[in-house]
Each structure stands twice: as structure tokens, then as C-alpha cells.
């Protein structure tokens, strides 16, 4: 079956098997900055984004993205690189595997917060909001620091911890 998907405001128009996952179709079409790690929805390394809510392409059918519009890291790349550069600063990239996935839920959150027009939130609701984005290096630590410069770069105060 053929399905029309916009990827990063580009249209690829492709036959495709309807088993197949995002994840493939994405990969197979040069979006390599989709990662593939649990494949069980369990580690956020795949997230994308579907009309510009998080998803996580291992376990979203290619079909479901029939006619919408996804967004890959390498359609963010002025946000991506702003936000790796915080993480790097605080030391939270350590094999770097899981920061595609992350910063991937890190943009969704600060355009959720922004179009609530939200000014203050709290370490709390970045963990919930990152709960689903697993790292095996560090302790998450880093990458709250990071996230609180990032966050008061976009005016958005982050309250609570340390
Ligand atoms: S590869 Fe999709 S959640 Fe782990
Ligand atoms: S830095 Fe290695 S998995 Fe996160």
C-alpha cells in the first residue's frame, strides 16, 4: 500500500508492507537520527514527532503517519544543537545514545509549556514529562542542570530540587 507522509516539511510518497513501523519507514528513508534501542516502548531512543506531539516510532505503525506530518532531529536542528550544548556543559553526555530521544521530548515540552504560556514549572514535572526517556550512563542529574539553563534561556523559571 502506498502511504503520503511530511517528513521534516518534505512529502515521500512510498509503498510500504502494513506491518511496517515508523521507525523502518523513517530509517529506511534517511532519517538515521531515529534510534533503535528496546523496541518495546520502554526507552524513548525512537521518540518523534507526529503534527508535533512526541511519539515513539518503534511502536507506531507506519500507516498511523498516513497523511500527517512527522518531525525527526534532523528537522530541529537549531533546537537540537542548543539544547546538546547545555547538556554537554553539564557533563550528562556521556555515551550520548539516549540524546536524540531526549532532546526530542525536551523540544516537545518547551512548545507545550510555551503555548501554555507557561513562565514557571518544576523539576517534577520534567522528570514526569522525561519519564519515559531511559539513560544508562548518568543519574539524570546533568540533565536537569541542563534543562534548567535551557528552560530560563526560554523564560520558563524551573522551581524545586537542588
Ligand atoms: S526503541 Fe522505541 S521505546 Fe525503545
Ligand atoms: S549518556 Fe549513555 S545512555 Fe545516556
Not at 515513539?56 to 537549531?78: F, H, I, N, Y
Not at 550528562?92 to 525536551?106: R, T
Amino acid at each position: 500500500m502506498e502511504i503520503r507522509v511530511k517528513v521534516n516539511k518534505k512529502m515521500i510518497i512510498r509503498e510500504i508492507s502494513p506491518d511496517m513501523m515508523l521507525i523502518d519507514f523513517l530509517r529506511e528513508n534517511g532519517y538515521t537520527s531515529v534510534k533503535r534501542g528496546c523496541e518495546t516502548s520502554n526507552c524513548g531512543l525512537c521518540t518523534v514527532h507526529l503534527n508535533g506531539k512526541p511519539v515513539l516510532s518503534c511502536s507506531t505503525p507506519a500507516l498511523r503517519a498516513d497523511g500527517q506530518q512527522v518531525t525527526t532531529l534532523e528537522g530541529m536542528q537549531k533546537d537540537a544543537t542548543q539544547i546538546g550544548a547545555y547538556i554537554a556543559d553539564e557533563g550528562a553526555e556521556q555515551c550520548g545514545y539516549c540524546s536524540p530521544g531526549f532532546i526530542m521530548n525536551i523540544i516537545a515540552m518547551k512548545n507545550e509549556w510555551i503555548a501554555e504560556e507557561k513562565t514557571v514549572a518544576s523539576e517534577d514535572d520534567i522528570l514526569t514529562y522525561l519519564a519515559g526517556n531511559l539513560c544508562r550512563c548518568t543519574g539524570y542529574m546533568g540533565h536537569i542542570r541542563a534543562l534548567r539553563k535551557y528552560f530560563a534561556a526560554n523564560n520558563i523559571e524551573i522551581t524545586g530540587g537542588k
